[in-house]
């Protein structure tokens, strides 16, 4: 998938025409894949590239008055998952003061249509608001669209009889620990994903479990604890293969001198003994196990890991 900043950028790169989504795409829900469910039919029915045009960081945390808003997804989970979506280009458009002032018409007769690639149709969520002020809507946009002769596509929300399925609410599910409702709400299991990194070496050589260490990008996270969980890990082919095994999430307070306030997210991976440092590694969430807690010793902390394991390999 190509990634830019600016549809212009895809002049040369062998795509000449585009159908185009629209939004912020926090979490990829089940409301947004029907988003991007309507731009695949849009891009197949006008044989157009299928392009999404996002935004970082989210508009709200740059012109927002309240406390920025945790993200489910860093950017680059979000196009990692928009990848898997055969998504031509993603368009990550940077998010600052002065672009906030943009009109509505501006943003379509310059943003979009300004790029010397040949826009087809523009899919948006029926509540889509666009410009300086939100002041645009899908019926500006409708009218906007029309006089440049590019179909707009206002695609309805998903509600799942519990109300509108939004970020807002997945991020409510996450930090509740409600995976279950998350899973319903994204159409699959909540993940972190990052590149791995070493840690404090102390899984291997004190505790016998050798463990892949993230920095996950999300800012929400569910509550700390032992999770079943799968490690999805990129080759460099670009193959993701999956290999099971136990996440340990929190901040590691029977080792809290190794590791002073920082949230550890780490992953034994059964089975698996590959040098993978460096390498981009999604964690799927599984089954909650227990929750974190400080233990007398190291000891007493192994001889309780291979409890956990034997668990989850018993869960299956």
């Not at 809290?256 to 590694?281: K, Q």
Request: negative net charge.
């Amino acid at each position: 998938m190509i990634r830019t900043s600016s549809l212009h950028e895809l002049v040369g790169s062998g795509i000449d025409q585009v159908a185009v989504a629209c939004g912020v795409f926090d979490g990829l829900h089940r409301g947004h894949h029907r988003i991007l469910d309507r731009l695949q039919q849009e891009a197949a029915d006008t044989g157009a590239a299928p392009v999404v045009v996002t935004f970082d960081p989210h508009p709200q945390n740059v012109i927002g008055t309240g406390d920025p808003i945790p993200l489910l997804l860093s950017t680059d989970h979000r196009l990692m998952l928009l990848a898997r979506q055969e998504i031509a280009a993603t368009v990550v458009i940077p998010f600052t003061e002065a672009f906030s002032r943009i009109t509505p018409a501006a943003f379509v007769t310059d943003v979009l249509c300004g790029s010397g690639i040949r826009v087809a149709a523009v899919c948006v969520g029926s509540r889509w608001r666009f410009g300086h002020r939100a002041a645009g809507n899908t019926d500006l946009l409708q009218q906007l669209c029309n006089d440049l002769n590019v179909r707009t596509v206002p695609v309805p929300e998903v509600n799942d009889g519990h109300g509108t399925v939004s970020s807002r609410r997945v991020r409510a599910a996450v930090v509740a620990g409600e995976l279950a409702a998350c899973e319903s709400m994204l159409g699959r299991r909540f993940s972190v994903y990052g590149a791995v990194r070493r840690g404090k070496g102390l899984g291997a050589a004190s505790l016998t479990y050798a463990t892949a260490n993230i920095k996950p990008g999300n800012g929400v996270l569910p509550p700390d604890g032992i999770y079943a969980a799968t490690a999805r890990l990129c080759n460099d082919e670009g193959t993701w293969t999956d290999h099971p095994g136990i996440l340990y999430q929190g901040k590691a307070p029977t080792v809290t001198d190794a590791n002073p306030g920082e949230r550890v997210v780490e992953m034994h991976i059964f089975e698996f003994d590959a040098d993978i440092y460096g390498r981009s590694l999604e964690i799927v969430y599984g089954d909650f196990i227990r929750a974190d807690c400080r233990f007398d010793s190291l000891e007493a902390l192994r001889d309780q890991i291979g409890r956990d394991i034997a668990e989850v390999r018993a869960r299956g």
